[in-house]
């Protein structure tokens, strides 16, 4: 017949100090109640879309984060903050390509020179749909933080001083240390 030893109280503190490390690896890959969206889109109806779920899940108690990237960067821009000064030729036309602010973006199908923006813009107000520039608001106002791709901002020659105050610039690092504790990531 074997016996059985006790465990000392060395292998007891082993125990619970692996336990520990156990808890803690299980934490680290818990998502928290946060929402993180990229902003990949310089439409109309594309931003309204991530403007809604962003809204929502701030709404909904989830600390929520807005990463606008490449096109996305439109919506972050102070309406009438464009500066030709020290861009290159590149960066000059990509300005003035792009929309200068929520309000002169067009929608992302059947556009026809700005009219299906128009068209959109006054159904929405018919059917007294918040705009996107009180969605934008609103969604400051809950407490969505709003990220500017500082690559995207390099590649297309975006300052700084041509995007809202309160945006805070950062690269995907610091989206990826948003989105890998989140329990929703979307790609708008």
Do not use: Y
Not at 22 to 38: G, N
């Amino acid at each position: 017949m074997t016996t059985v030893s006790e465990p000392t109280t060395a292998d007891l503190v082993r125990q619970l100090e692996a336990l520990r490390h156990d808890v803690d690896e299980l934490r680290d890959r818990t998502p928290e109640d946060k929402a993180a969206i990229i902003v990949f889109s310089g439409d109309l109806d594309r931003l309204l879309a991530s403007l809604v779920l962003a809204t929502g899940a701030a709404a909904a108690g989830l600390e929520t984060t807005m990463f606008f990237t490449f096109w996305g960067l439109s919506a972050l821009k102070k309406k009438g903050s464009l500066s030709l000064d020290g861009k290159s030729l590149k960066e000059k036309m990509f300005a003035m390509m792009t929309p200068a602010s929520t309000e002169s973006m067009g929608v992302s199908r059947l556009n026809f020179f700005g009219m299906g923006a128009k068209l959109l813009r006054t159904m929405m107000k018919e059917k007294d749909v918040t705009s996107v520039e009180e969605m934008m608001n609103m969604a400051r106002e809950l407490g969505v933080k709003r990220i500017a791709c500082t690559m995207s901002m390099d590649v297309m020659g975006v300052e700084r001083e041509e995007l809202a105050d309160d945006v805070e610039l950062g690269g995907v690092a610091a989206f990826m240390a948003e989105a890998s504790r989140a329990r929703v990531s979307l790609f708008l």
